[in-house]
């Protein structure tokens, strides 16, 4: 095991916003109430400031006075091979990254990211959990990490035009736009593909897929590896660059549009004026401007709707009202909030990898529960979401604990109710 | 023992090397982070970087258990809401409020102000002990808070705790001769300087940073922080 190399990437990330954040936390753990997973399970191994713990503990005994004392009187101890191995079943297999836990911080520190840098440190010392670890080097390989390679591809998409009539442009230089599917989205809710492909169509957008750019999912950020992060995003920019477009839209997938929006610009070169948008902030600006036309009340007869925001598309993406309006149009009295909501709501369980894990299922129901008792305390019929990890996480759990609730992708919604 | 000497000590020259010792390691500690590197954010922002600071710094400021967004935290952790909340607050405003601690920050500073009735200020203390006593109980049972509790945090409680407890019990005259709890306190107040650039009690240097980066990288992303 490389556990110096693990040191050694949280001593490099370890910059001055990271220390000062470290330096603010007074150990009070209150982060651990709004962990889900805490939350499911009582396990206090799970608070956020315990799976801090090696990050906190690189950063003393290597910056701090009292750290280097405190090693060497030893009251605190070194990072050891058997930590990483441990710490690794904490930041990967019970933790979404879903930066709940910063929003009850009293000390406001931004824990997420913290979180992130530790797997980065876990991915170096190479302790990242095997199935996530062979998800990652498909990827690598393959261009997809759920075996999407490109002949795959290319009769999923010819079938997805088949099946449902729609038009998809492959490769077309100067289009406006490219788009990128999630494997999850081309392989399991392949549905999602006809319904963006309709939307943009009726909005009369000039758009394209690309075969070299064709894998929106970043398991590398999942990982943590900055490496491998960049790879994934670069042959997504490489395609863009290639096509000429001015825009890539991330369709409905959460962790990508965390690293290709907010994390590319800090890690990469992006190519200059290329702007990354996501497919529930393009609907609302298309039904805003007027560009499509929903049926209004199109979904008030089948019962509650209620909506489930994304950790990474609405908390960390900014998308909360766009899904909001939308649903205030389509069902404005069937659509009924959860509490707690937007920028608070409770993770779905299943991002950040976890759910590729099998390991983590006992946790992963366990989290789900809670948003089972929520739904049902609106009396839900349908939950609807803008994010396909979601998505995944409600369809296999509903399944699991066998509960009537219908799952929907909000872009399928909007394009079953387009006005002609 | 001659206890008008300790006392001289404590107040005087211990006093005044616990202050250096405090600014000293402040600065230090201060310099340590913002020399550390900074690195620029280069992405474009959707939302007010600046606003979501400042919500940031105003959702701080407004903890009352009844704004929605405080509920819940609030109703979660019921003991360090309440108690940690209590503390502070009895706390800060003895230290400033307090007809006694006024006269210490005025031979510091040079000026005074208005101060509040010392049966006020003695209630205040009082619960203030209290809800200490109860943080210290809520880290003995609280699995999380035991896990994440080392002999630093233990310390921390105590030095803080001992200042409160030898300053309350020598307004009421306790126990021992003045001069004696005179001297505790002020032997324990100089143990606390001495330990805050030391010990996380430094957080609210931190809470300004920490706050700042939260509402930032919200901002950014046009959210509420």
């Given at each position: ?139 690598v390989t393959e261009g997809s990490p759920l075996g999407v390679t490109d002949s795959v591809w290319d009769d999923r998409m010819e079938w997805v035009a088949d099946e449902w009539e729609v038009e998809l442009p492959i490769d077309v230089k100067g ?246 | ?19 250096l010792v405090f600014v000293a390691g402040m600065v230090y500690r201060l310099a340590r982070i913002l020399l550390l590197g900074w690195k620029p954010n280069r992405v474009t922002a959707k939302g007010s970087r600046l606003g979501g600071v400042g ?171």
């Open positions: 095991m490389k556990t110096q190399e693990a040191i050694n990437t949280f001593v490099k990330e370890t910059g001055g916003w990271v220390a000062a954040q470290l330096e603010a936390c007074t150990r009070c753990g209150m982060c651990a109430e709004a962990c889900h997973f805490y939350q499911a399970t009582g396990n206090p191994e799970y608070a956020p400031v315990w799976k801090l713990e090696l990050l906190r503990r690189a950063y003393e005994q290597r910056f701090t006075i009292s750290g280097k004392a405190r090693l060497a009187l030893g009251i605190d101890k070194p990072i050891t091979d058997a930590d990483l191995t441990h710490w690794s079943t904490l930041l990967y297999e019970a933790c979404t990254l879903c930066n709940k836990c910063s929003m009850v911080c009293p000390m406001g520190i931004d824990i997420g990211p913290l979180l992130h840098n530790v797997r980065s440190a876990l991915s170096e010392a190479e302790v990242v959990p095997l199935e996530l670890m062979a998800a990652v080097n498909k990827q289009a406006d736009m490219l788009v990128v599917f999630s494997s999850i989205e081309i392989m399991k809710f392949p549905e999602n593909i006809s319904a963006i492909a309709k939307i943009l169509n009726k909005a009369g957008e000039k758009w394209t897929l690309s075969r070299q750019g064709r894998e929106v999912v970043n398991f590398g950020f999942y990982e943590g590896s900055e490496k491998r992060t960049k790879l994934f995003m670069q042959r997504v920019f490489d395609a863009a660059k290639a096509l000429g477009v001015k825009r890539v839209l991330v369709t409905e997938c959460g962790h990508a549009y965390d690293a290709l929006r907010w994390t590319a610009a800090n890690i990469m070169d992006v190519p200059a004026g290329l702007e990354v948008i996501h497919i529930a902030g393009l609907i609302g600006d298309y039904v805003r401007s007027g560009r499509i036309k929903l049926k209004p009340g199109a979904y008030d007869n089948d019962g509650t709707i209620t909506f489930h925001d994304a950790c990474k598309i609405q908390r960390r993406g900014g998308h909360i009202k766009e899904p909001r309006e939308v649903l205030n149009i389509l069902a404005p009295h069937a659509f009924k909030e959860m509490t707690p909501n937007k920028e608070e709501a409770i993770c779905c369980g299943g991002g950040g990898g976890v759910i590729a894990i099998k390991a983590a299922d006992p946790q992963r129901y366990a989290v789900f529960q809670l948003k089972i008792d929520q739904m049902k305390k609106v009396g839900a019929k349908t939950v609807a979401m803008t994010c396909s990890n979601c998505r995944l996480q409600f369809t296999d759990s509903v399944k699991h604990f066998n509960v009537d609730v219908k799952i929907a992708g909000l872009s399928q919604m909007v394009a079953d109710a387009l006005e002609d | 023992m001659d206890w008008n000497a300790i006392l001289e000590f404590a107040r005087g020259t211990f006093f005044q090397v616990a202050l919500m940031s710094f105003l959702k701080g400021a407004i903890i009352w258990p009844f704004i929605p967004w405080v509920k819940n935290t609030a109703s979660r952790n019921p003991v360090i809401y309440i108690a940690g909340g209590i503390f502070h607050f009895g706390l800060f405003t003895v230290i400033l409020l307090g007809t006694a601690h006024m006269l210490v920050w005025k031979s510091l500073l040079g000026f005074g102000w208005p101060t509040l009735p010392l049966p006020i200020v003695d209630w205040l203390s009082a619960i203030a002990i209290a809800a200490m006593i109860g943080l210290f109980i809520n880290r003995l049972i609280n699995p999380v808070l035991k896990l994440i509790s080392g002999p630093a945090e233990w310390l921390n409680l105590l030095i803080v705790f001992l200042p409160m407890v030898t300053g309350y019990i020598m307004t009421h005259h306790l126990f021992f001769r003045y001069e004696v709890l005179f001297s505790l306190h002020m032997l324990a107040v100089d143990v606390l300087l001495i330990w805050i650039p030391l010990s996380r009690i430094s957080h609210f240097m931190f809470y300004f940073f920490s706050k700042a980066i939260h509402g930032a990288e919200f901002g950014k992303r046009a959210v509420t922080p």
